[in-house]
């Protein structure tokens, strides 16, 4: 079975550019989260999709962020503009649902360096 | 706020001995703890879990080990090995339909061969 798939894995970007993030979670997993990893840090989340619905968007800065799951497969993490402190691992987790399991999957990640 | 306390940051242990994580946490609402590992480059990877009305799991060399009256609960790793060396994040689940976890700050484990 393939894991969570994200691209790109790394990303140099001078502040003030957008960026985006692309994920792909599990076949059948109808949950997608994205998670922000700062150095040394623990992953908190930024928002979470039950298929095509974001159903908790309220630690994501809306000003500069907006993400973005079409169809309830594929989601898409946008940062426009990005700052210096955006620099973090952008993680994207899949889950079946509550009623089969509380796992999440996490896919490898993606490195934002904003210079 | 943080809302999981994970200790210590790093850690040393010579192979073949035992690791031991410690995490507290404060709101009861909490229903499911999990502990992740991670790999440089990779992302977290559950590793064991436990919920709040067992007082200890054990999965090979990994145990949870839970105390519900004092919000804590720790990871064990028997006999420790160098392929064990990763950071360990804990993990605490929101009740409910939400699915949300708080992650600890994590400890970087370091086994020495």
């Known amino acids: 079975e393939a894991g969570v798939v994200q691209s790109p894995r790394y990303k140099i970007i001078e502040k003030k550019q957008p960026v985006a993030f692309w994920c792909n979670p599990i076949?059948?997993?109808?949950?997608l989260y994205w998670y922000r990893q700062n150095l040394g840090q623990g992953p908190e989340l930024l928002i979470r999709?039950?298929?095509?619905?974001?159903?908790?968007d309220s630690q994501l800065p809306k000003d500069r962020f907006s993400a973005e799951r079409l169809k309830g497969v594929d989601s898409t993490l946008k940062i426009q503009p990005a700052e210096l402190g955006d620099s973090a691992v952008y993680l994207c987790?899949?889950?079946?649902?509550?009623?089969?399991?509380?796992?999440?999957?996490f896919g490898p990640g993606t490195r934002l360096t904003v210079t | 706020q943080q809302q999981v306390k994970q200790s210590p940051q790093s850690l040393i242990v010579q192979k073949g001995g035992i690791s031991i994580i410690n995490c507290a946490y404060e709101?009861?609402?909490?229903?499911?703890f999990p502990w992740y590992q991670q790999f440089p480059g990779k992302g977290p990877a559950l590793l064991i879990a436990?919920?709040?009305?067992?007082s200890e799991k054990k999965e090979g060399r990994f145990t949870i080990s839970f105390n519900k009256s004092a919000k804590q609960f720790s990871l064990h790793i028997m006999d420790s090995q160098p392929g064990d060396s990763a950071t360990y994040f804990c993990?605490?689940?929101?009740?409910?339909?939400?699915?949300?976890?708080?992650f600890g700050t994590g400890t970087l484990l370091a086994v020495q061969p």
């Open positions: 987790a899949s889950s079946p649902g509550t009623s089969v399991s509380y796992e999440q999957y």
């Open positions: 436990i919920r709040p009305d067992v």
């Open positions: 993990a605490a689940r929101w009740g409910g339909a939400t699915n949300k976890l708080i």
């Open positions: 076949s059948g997993h109808n949950t």
């Open positions: 709101n009861t609402a909490f229903d499911y």
């Open positions: 999709y039950e298929n095509e619905e974001a159903v908790d």
